[in-house]
């Protein structure tokens, strides 16, 4: 009777086991499952504006270059900005470089995340991976010439976190090659995500301006340009793409869902408010593109 009864509480304590591991299961595949689709999300926003930011560049600053109108430039001197100025061909030239090297950055970078480039076309990542670090490398040292010897206005707070980013992308593109010449392929992805996201801080910035712009609007509220927003988002730009980038690797390679539901969760409302700034940022490229007066 007694080995009957212990027995029957063995099986039913197994059993119990087995639905605990069952749910646990179902609940890692749902969590990874988030996150996959999280990502997949946030990449499909990404790719689509880094091609059409691209587009712009083409656009603006490369057919300014070869039709010899590079005075369009200054069309953005409504926002105090002179990026063209008579004479100074080194410093148009350093600018133009920047502009367009910046079209590469947006159009061949996202393309090195896609495990399928890497696994298909594994000559091709490689020789553009090569040329992402060397184009990266050149506009972080051309922006540097632009904010520490052309602009011959004290340095501002635009240009101390123009600066620190620079520092950060010559800092992550060392890794990123460094890695990859190790073939420490697990290190290198992820110095290549970090590198992907300080080398379009610029973007993101720009992207985080008319969200606010645009969600504040909605709300009813009145943003400006003199919101305390703006000098944080200056640093906001890079760190925050960073940060969710650590907690994306973290989730990676833990087993915990609710860490993995909290990356899921985060990366979804960051692509939401990197959609609304498209919305905003978009017709204000076109905007730029078609010749009319530019405002916001």
């Not at 069952?22 to 990502?39: M, V």
């Not at 123009?162 to 950060?168: A, D, K």
């Amino acid at each position: 009777m007694e080995k009957t009864a212990l027995g029957m509480f063995e099986a039913t304590k197994t059993k119990d086991k087995k639905q605990t591991d069952s749910k646990t299961r179902t609940s890692s595949k749902a969590a990874n499952q988030g996150l996959k689709y999280s990502t997949a999300f946030w990449f499909v926003a990404v790719l689509a504006g880094q091609w059409f930011f691209f587009y712009y560049i083409i656009s603006f600053y490369g057919f300014s270059v070869i039709n010899d109108n590079m005075e369009i430039w200054n069309r953005w001197e409504v926002f105090g900005k002179t990026p063209y100025q008579v004479g100074d061909f080194a410093g148009n030239l350093a600018f133009a470089a920047h502009a367009i090297g910046a079209g590469f950055v947006a159009f061949g970078g996202a393309l090195q995340l896609l495990p399928q480039m890497r696994r298909y076309f594994p000559k091709f990542h490689k020789a553009n991976g090569y040329l992402y670090l060397l184009t990266v490398f050149a506009l972080s040292v051309s922006g540097f010439y632009l904010v520490w010897v052309r602009d011959q206005h004290p340095i501002t707070l635009d240009g101390i976190g123009t600066s620190i980013n620079g520092i950060l992308i010559l800092a992550f593109t060392f890794f990123c090659a460094r890695t990859a010449i190790k073939k420490d392929i697990r290190n290198h992805r992820k110095w290549a995500v970090r590198l992907f996201l300080v080398s379009n801080a610029q973007w993101f910035l720009r992207l985080g301006v008319f969200s606010y712009l645009v969600t504040g609007t909605s709300l009813g509220l009145d943003p400006k340009f003199g919101d305390p927003f703006f000098p944080m988002w200056t640093f906001g730009c890079f760190v925050i793409p960073l940060v969710m980038a650590e907690l994306y690797f973290l989730a990676g390679d833990t087993h915990r869902s609710a860490v993995k539901w909290i990356a899921a969760g985060s990366l979804s409302i960051l692509t939401v408010l990197m959609l609304v700034g498209m919305l905003g940022f978009t017709p204000f490229l076109i905007m730029v593109m078609s010749g009319g007066e530019i405002s916001i």
